[in-house]
Each structure stands twice: as C-alpha cells, then as structure tokens.
Antibody, heavy 114, light 112 residues
Framework: QVTLKESGPGMLQPSKTLSLTCSFS??????????VSWIRQPSGKSLEWLAA???????YYNPSLKSRLTVSKDTSNTQVFLKITSVDIADTATYYC??????WGQGVMVTVSS | DVVLTQTPPTLSATIGQSVSISCRSS???????????LHWLLQRPGQSPQLLIY???RLESGVPNRFSGSGSGTDFTLKISGVEAEDLGVYYC?????????FGGGTKLELK
C-alpha cells in the first residue's frame, strides 16, 4: 500500500526558510521510473507544481521559483525534502507531495505570517 | 508556461445528469514521443486531489467507468455519464508535456 505524508512547521515568519518533509512507504524512490513531486495550493485556489526528484536523483524545478527551491531525498529513499528560502505571505498554502499524480499525501498547511 | 483554461468554472447538476468539462491548452500537448500528457484530477471537499484519467482517456484503476476523457492537441473534455453524489468537488486538468507541469483553474461541480 502506497502512502505519503507531509510534515512541516505550520507557521513561519517572512524571510525565513521553509523546510518540508515527505515520508512515504509502499515504494522505494530507488526503483526505476519513480518520481516524487511537490505541489502546493493556496486556499480556494488551483494547484502549482513546484519541484520533483526522480529515482536517479535528477531534480526538476518550476522556473518561476527555481532560485528559492531545493529538493532532495534521503539515502534510504523513503523521504523527500523541500526547502523554500525567503518565504513571504504568497507562500501560504497547503503543500502536497505526490508520487507521479496517482498517489498524494494528505497535505500540510503552511502559513507565513509575522 | 502552458496555460490550461477550464470551462465552465462552475457546473450545477442533478444526480443522474451527464455533464462535460472542457480544458483548452495554449499549446499542443502532443509530445514528440507520441504521448499526450493531459490528465484529470478530482478534489473532493477537504481532501487531496485524486487521479481520475491519465493520458487523455485512460481510466485510473478503481475509478468508475462513468468517467471518460477525450480530445487531442489543445482541446480536451472530461465527461461524467450520470453524476453521483460522490462526484461533487473541483475537477482539474493538468499537463505534463511541457515543463513545468501546469494545472487548469478548476471546475467546481455542485448539486443543483
């Protein structure tokens, strides 16, 4: 059974760095073809793809946010991380990790506020 | 970036009614490898999105066959043949042909 779960700080101040973790089970990111993505959704709005990392360690970023994003994975291939630097109010959203598009985590809400 | 325009933004339906949602792309979504990476998601209230249709018309495992997808190039349609109460929520099209992946603005399906 494939499951993913995001975790994060809940709330942080503007200009800080947001660190998110996606913990998953039921598959290994070392398996050929596997990709885990980060996608976010401001309340009441549509979805925005942020970044992805694949089984080979290749990383992909949304060009509009690339300078602020870092995606990585752990050596056991059971966790994926996302860091967003210099956050501001516009980064307030629910953040999802997803394996391709057919398995999604429950999402973690992040609020940026002073 | 590729812009996906969904219409209508809101759809009111009765149980059993058949409805369609349109997704139009600013560029052709036909990849050089012959695949068209246009997919449909449903987000029920308070839930994460779930995949309904992938590669234009392929039904994801476990999804009822009242859902169907069609289209090519820049014009795509999701059809629900006989809406059921569990189908209510927001539908999104998403493309993966051109980086970065982009999503449509969503179509909210409500009960009339």
């Amino acid at each position: 059974q494939v499951t993913l779960k995001e975790s994060g700080p809940g709330m942080l101040q503007p200009s800080k760095t947001l660190s998110l973790t996606c913990s998953f089970s039921g598959f290994s990111l070392s398996t050929s073809g596997m990709v885990v993505s980060w996608i976010r959704q401001p309340s009441g709005k549509s979805l925005e793809w942020l970044a992805a990392i694949d089984w080979d360690g290749d990383k992909y970023y949304n060009p509009s946010l690339k300078s602020r994003l870092t995606v990585s994975k752990d050596t056991s291939n059971t966790q994926v991380f996302l860091k967003i630097t210099s956050v501001d109010i516009a980064d307030t959203a629910t953040y999802y990790c997803a394996r391709t598009l057919n398995y999604w985590g429950q999402g973690v809400m992040v609020t940026v506020s002073s | 970036d590729v812009v996906l325009t969904q219409t209508p933004p809101t759809l009111s339906a009765t149980i059993g009614q058949s409805v369609s949602i349109s997704c139009r792309s600013s560029q052709s979504l036909l990849h050089s490898n012959g695949n068209t990476y246009l997919h449909w998601l449903l987000q029920r209230p308070g839930q994460s999105p779930q995949l309904l249709i992938y590669l234009v018309s392929r039904l994801e495992s476990g999804v009822p066959n009242r859902f169907s997808g069609s289209g090519s190039g820049t014009d795509f349609t999701l059809k629900i043949s006989g809406v059921e109460a569990e189908d209510l929520g927001v539908y999104y099209c998403v493309q993966g042909t051109h980086a970065p992946w982009t999503f449509g603005g969503g179509t909210k399906l409500e009960l009339k």
